[in-house]
């Protein structure tokens, strides 16, 4: 399995969140850290949001600087969560003229990425959902963003849309909470003609959603559904996007076992949150972690981690699990 890296240009930012409103780090030119991101050993490539990242007004910049650091463009993300417009929802928004300007985002999204040769569009729906009982016609919701995401993968029917799933946050209640639930939306398009549309799995994501992730891509990769993925952890509820097996050890083990087992062709990507950290360092120890991981199941031999699966036996298991430790 080849193995390519990529990593959130916001990953390099000034890392705004809610405690800290005004960033860890001053905020720097995107050019300055795509330059940084050069420099990062075995990253391959970037992801950008629109229109925060990347825009039209800088698309040009941005395409110049990858090329002087020899990075690809992986992924856009429209933003359709961090902003007051989407408060009451964007791609399902009940509003019209909200939804109008989500879809309408999400297509520019598209140009952009056209334009800098990025294959995927990852969608967050953190808005798409609820906040209150009796307040929300559900029909009506599900009708608004099925409809929304179909328009959205018409419109670029090269483009991998790659549904991020996760179950709270912002909004109280999101439709697409669980690997499960984005497969029924996936699956409807399917009914309807649409082919382009899957999931980008961030396994901290998956973690809220209670799911071990090795059988969640496994289920996704049964609808070759899987698109991207986007590699980190968790310790318990909040997601803060920490090293990838930096807390799940052994589920990020069996995970790539999986990866390798379904022939998952995309890329590794990194989601990670350095707060304090320097971003480079976290980007380089989150990329020799999964190096580190692949390399002691290589050396344990892809026959014989097969076998013991096989054998379905839980003896066994404790034995594989301490060969790795060696
Ligand atoms: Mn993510």
Redesign the pocket.
């Known amino acids: 399995m080849e193995i390519r890296f990529s990593t ?1 240009i916001w990953v390099f930012g000034a890392g705004v969140e809610r405690f800290a409103p005004t960033g860890y780090k001053p905020a720097r030119p995107i050019v300055e850290l795509i330059k940084e991101a050069g420099r990062v050993e075995g990253l391959q490539g970037l992801e950008f949001h629109y229109p925060t990242e990347v825009n039209e007004e800088n698309v040009k910049q941005v395409k110049d600087a990858l090329s002087t650091a020899n990075l690809k463009a992986v992924a856009i993300a429209p933003v359709l969560s961090q902003e007051a417009q989407w408060a009451r929802g964007a791609l399902s928004a009940l509003d019209e003229s909200t939804r109008r300007r989500a879809v309408e985002r999400c297509k520019k999204a598209i140009d952009i990425a056209r334009e800098l040769g990025a294959e995927i569009l ?1 969608i ?1 729906p953190g808005r798409e959902g609820f906040d209150f009982p009796f307040t929300t016609d559900y029909r009506k919701l599900w009708n608004n963003y099925v409809s929304s995401i179909k328009e959205v993968a018409e419109y670029g029917p090269e483009i991998k849309v790659a549904l ?1 799933y996760k179950i709270e946050d912002p909004s109280s209640y999101l439709l697409h909470g669980s690997a499960a639930r984005a497969l029924t939306t996936i699956l409807e398009l399917r009914m309807q003609g649409i082919k382009n549309v899957g999931i ?1 799995v ?1 396994f ?2 998956a973690k809220l959603a209670k799911e071990y992730v090795p059988e969640a891509i496994v289920l996704i990769s049964r609808y070759n559904a899987l698109y991207h993925l ?1 590699l ?1 952890d968790i310790f318990t509820e909040v997601d803060l ?1 920490l090293f990838p097996a930096s807390v799940h050890l052994l589920e990020f083990a069996e995970l790539l076992y999986w990866l390798k087992e379904t022939n998952y062709s995309g890329w590794f ?1 990194l ?1 990670l949150f350095p707060r304090y950290l320097d971003a480079a360092e976290m980007v380089r120890q989150s990329i020799e972690n999964v190096r580190a991981i692949y390399r002691a199941l290589e050396s344990i031999g892809w026959e014989r981690i097969r076998k013991v699966i096989d054998s379905n036996n839980p003896i066994e298991a404790q034995k594989l699990i301490r060969e790795l430790l060696r």
């Open positions: 959130g990852i967050w991020e980008n961030e901290a994501h986007h980190n996007d990507g989601d």
